[in-house]
């Protein structure tokens, strides 16, 4: 159990660029319509475009938003069940209402102090010391549905007042101050409401054995749930260790890491495919009355698909219970072998990922999405003769999970979910 609780925190909570979709057969035939323009004149945030969208007729539950940096474009897209709507990814453009920082930074409190340390610069003994501009641009802008860059502004973060001040240069204005402190759970999340998630049956049938148990909860629906949630909503992935020093104080008898928390909260529901999980608290600074992170608690609602009910997995790529899940994914079997004809380097990843669909799904399948291929695999370690391909845990071509969440949910009998790579040899 203590093994199972240190990786709550790391399962699912690693940022995909936004990208969380579902292949599943539905039965439902409705067909989702968008109506997404070519440009759009709006203050340049996240907040702003989803507004207009929904003016304009759109679903915005159903649509994810990220801006290019310098918030001149952004990418619009549909990354749901394709029987409700084919995959949609449109890059529109962003014409500036106003250029004032003041004005585009909406989201004022955030919470520097509570970021996990192993995005913290190292001393010589591997020990945190301090944090770099980046890492914080990084979290304003996910907080605030942004991605402005240091050549779009000035940053200076002073630890002792607490307070981080943003001043414009180059195409934007003006000053905004920001206050380093924590945040209410519901400023973390973009999307609470996660539309169609697939779930394994076995998950689903081991957590109506007990469903108000803590512990049944921890480790059947809630790792794969938390794979949707951290994918719709990246910002979660700076605070990871924070999940897990929930999931220590929830079971009561293991010592957080690096917060305390107060009045924990993890609460679940299902109902025919239905569901919805709960949760929260107070995080304090370890062994201080420090609030560093969150406050209250937040809900988020999903509906459930039979993760045994795929559309776009192919035979080869569906192993279930012939897999191990406690297996060195480094090592054989959670590992595919394929070859395709080409050569291919870090700057073709694109062509590589189009070819290796094309492959499984035909070229017409490949050439009608090829705008959503490369954002549902990492590609990494490239040599002159191969690279490696993982598949994204919610891709919507390949059904794949992640490793640790695999780990977790090893404790549930009969319970199809692995965690694989491929590696890609060229011709």
């Excluded at 093994?3 to 969380?20: D, E, F, M, N, R």
């Amino acid at each position: 159990m203590k093994k199972l609780i240190s990786l709550l925190g790391a399962v699912g909570l690693t940022a995909t660029s936004a990208t969380t979709v579902v292949a599943c057969q539905t039965k439902n035939p409705a067909k989702e319509t968008f109506n997404i323009k070519d440009s759009y004149r709006i203050t340049p945030n996240g907040f702003s475009l989803a507004e207009q969208l929904q003016k304009d007729g759109n679903n915005i539950d159903k649509l994810q938003i990220k801006f290019l940096p310098g918030l001149t474009k952004a990418t619009i897209r549909y990354m749901g069940i394709t029987t409700k709507s084919d995959f949609v990814s449109k890059t529109v453009n962003i014409d500036f209402v106003t250029n004032d920082l003041s004005k585009i930074i909406t989201k004022k409190s955030i919470s520097i102090a509570g970021i996990d340390k192993k995005f913290y610069n190292k001393d010589e003994n591997n020990e945190p010391t301090s944090i770099d501009k980046d890492v914080i641009l990084k979290a304003i802008n996910l907080l605030n549905q942004t991605n402005l860059t240091m050549d779009d502004l000035d940053l200076v973060y002073d630890p002792v007042t607490l307070s981080i001040k943003l001043t414009g240069k180059g195409k934007f204005e003006e000053t905004v101050e920001l206050t380093d402190e924590a945040m209410s759970w519901t400023d973390l999340l973009e999307q609470n409401d996660l539309n169609e998630i697939y779930l394994p049956k076995g998950s689903i049938e081991a957590f109506h054995s007990e469903p108000d148990n803590p512990a049944i909860i921890l480790y059947t629906i809630f790792p794969i749930v938390m794979e949707f949630l951290g994918a719709r909503n990246p910002l979660l992935e700076l605070y990871q260790q924070k999940i897990t020093d929930l999931g220590y104080s929830i079971m009561g008898f293991i010592k957080p890491e690096e917060s305390t928390i107060l009045a924990p909260i993890l609460e679940a529901k299902f109902t025919n495919n239905k569901g919805s999980i709960t949760l929260g608290g107070t995080l304090n600074k370890k062994e201080t009355s420090t609030t560093i992170f969150s406050k209250g608690s937040v809900k988020f609602n999903f509906t459930v698909i039979d993760d045994g009910d795929d559309k776009y997995v192919t035979n080869t790529h569906r192993p279930l219970e012939t897999w191990n899940p406690n297996a060195d994914p480094k090592k054989e079997p959670n590992k595919i072998i394929e070859t395709l004809s080409d050569h291919y380097d870090e700057s073709s990843q694109a062509k590589l990922v189009y070819d290796l669909v094309s492959k499984y799904y035909g070229k017409d399948f490949a050439t009608k999405y090829q705008d959503v291929l490369l954002e549902d695999f990492w590609v990494t370690d490239f040599t002159p003769t191969s690279a490696i391909l993982t598949p994204k845990p919610g891709s919507m071509i390949f059904r794949n999970h992640d490793k640790l969440s695999v780990i977790v949910n090893s404790y549930v009998p009969k319970n199809p979910i692995y965690f694989y790579w491929i590696e890609v040899n060229f011709a």
